[in-house]
């Protein structure tokens, strides 16, 4: 059978299965290029049948699929080794059930972030997680790619608030996964496996979210005028306080100048959320120990603009240079090797372009952007970064970067000794690995 036969049965099979009207073809399914690679046909399911019905038809003849959110992180991972079927939860949308007095919310997989929080916020409660482009982004892409943002510092990461799945898996089969309710203690938490999977492990319909009441206030402070160390040692001593941040950032001179601090230098970041009183009383004793530490300490004016900057760095482009070499990675240390982290990376690529960097001090996640001139030196930047964060015991990961880099260019790293669980794990779920398959882990290296 030839390509283009291939291609007709496949379109013919789906049509077949699902309806015409939900499979797109040529210029609609070019619309889902991921990482210079087009499928053959974008399907758009309307209910969850018809994601079984979609996956039973390409695990039959070994098809990859591509799951589709709302395509804000497509760029993370390798390119797909086969790409026959985008398989877009748009229409997957619903708030499925919703109880405000036990602050949990079963939604369907392809709900914007933007637009849960909306509904939520009718009640006084939110999804208390920010994770960058979260206009675009969907709730199952954020849980699939494990996506949290600076408020991961009170609030903890998605496996911390996702209660329960539902699944569809490469062979169409649905299960799920936890529960609906808060205490669950039985057996393994299947849950967590999911989370951070990057849809490898099957294609997320619903999950069960942990909610928080929205704060009655919430205030921030600049502490400026000094090291990355000092910056840093003011964050290690908040946190080790009674004190209660719900975002505690580190940011290297770059970093604040682009997300638009005045008179940037090397900044920490600290906010406080709750009752009015509490949090005012917290910003003063933030400020006291600022002067003690010989920082200076500015309450923040347009606070919304500076936690969409921070939420969003750095992925959002930087500069109008079309030539440069970009690439946005993200790594994890040790917090207490935050400072020597940011400075160990900035001396490493210094021969090759510039790097911009913020850290979440509490959790050692650090995350930046790396411009260079030309390929080669992005390539060689991103090696020497990652090698800097390996002799500190983290790692680095690319996030994305520009199209004639992807073929050389080490997205994952070292493969490390567990990667064969990884994948006894990933064969026992998906035998024919069909589901974004080459982009993060395979049955076979």
């Not at 090291?227 to 580190?250: K, W, Y």
Request: proline share 5%; hydrophobic share 45%.
């Amino acid at each position: 059978m030839t390509v283009v036969q291939a291609a007709a049965r496949l379109v013919e099979a789906l049509r077949e299965t699902l309806g015409a009207d939900s499979v797109l073809t040529g210029v609609g399914a070019a619309a889902y290029r991921v990482l210079g690679a087009e499928p053959t046909a974008a399907v758009l399911p309307r209910e969850e049948a018809d994601v079984s019905r979609a996956l039973a038809v390409a695990f039959r003849d070994g098809l990859g699929v591509v799951p589709w959110g709302g395509g804000a992180h497509q760029s993370l991972g390798r390119p797909p080794r086969r790409y026959d079927v985008a398989l877009d939860l748009r229409h997957l949308n619903r708030v499925v059930a919703y109880e405000p007095a036990d602050m949990t919310a079963t939604v369907q997989a392809g709900i914007r972030l933007a637009d849960l929080q909306q509904r939520l916020g009718g009640a006084g409660q939110f999804w208390p997680l920010d994770p960058p482009l979260a206009d675009r982004a969907t709730v199952g892409g954020i849980v699939a790619a494990s996506l949290a943002g600076p408020l991961r510092c009170r609030y903890g990461s998605v496996r911390d608030l996702v209660l329960g799945v539902r699944v569809a898996h490469a062979d169409g089969t649905v299960t799920k996964a936890g529960s609906r309710v808060v205490k669950n203690a039985t057996a393994y938490d299947l849950t967590k496996l999911y989370a951070g999977s990057y849809g490898t492990l099957g294609v997320l319909l619903e999950t069960t979210l942990r909610l928080q009441p929205r704060p009655a206030a919430e205030r921030g402070w600049l502490l400026k005028g000094a090291t990355i160390e000092q910056c840093h040692d003011a964050a290690t001593r908040i946190l080790g306080s009674h004190l209660a941040p719900n975002r505690v950032e580190l940011l290297d001179e770059a970093c604040a100048d682009g997300c638009g601090i005045p008179q940037a230098g090397s900044t920490l970041i600290v906010s406080f959320a709750g009752v009015g009183e509490a949090v005012r009383d917290q910003g003063e004793s933030v400020q006291t120990l600022a002067r003690d530490l010989g920082l200076n300490a500015a309450e923040i004016e347009n606070p919304g603009r500076i936690w969409r900057a921070l939420q969003d760095f750095p992925w959002r482009p930087a500069g109008t240079d079309t030539a440069e070499q970009r690439v946005l990675w993200r790594g994890s240390v040790l917090p207490s090797d935050c400072a020597k982290a940011m400075h160990a990376v900035r001396d490493a690529v210094s021969g090759c372009g510039e790097v911009a960097i913020a850290a979440t001090a509490s959790h050692g996640v650090l995350r930046g952007a790396l411009r260079a001139t030309t390929s080669e030196l992005a390539a060689r930047g991103v090696a020497a970064a990652r090698e800097a964060l390996t002799a500190l015991g983290g790692f680095l990961v690319v996030m994305e970067s520009p199209e004639a880099l992807r073929a050389t260019l080490d997205v994952w790293g070292p493969v490390p000794a567990e990667v064969k669980w990884m994948r006894q794990i990933r064969s026992a779920f998906d035998a024919k690995a069909i589901l974004n398959p080459g982009r993060f882990i395979d049955a076979t290296p």
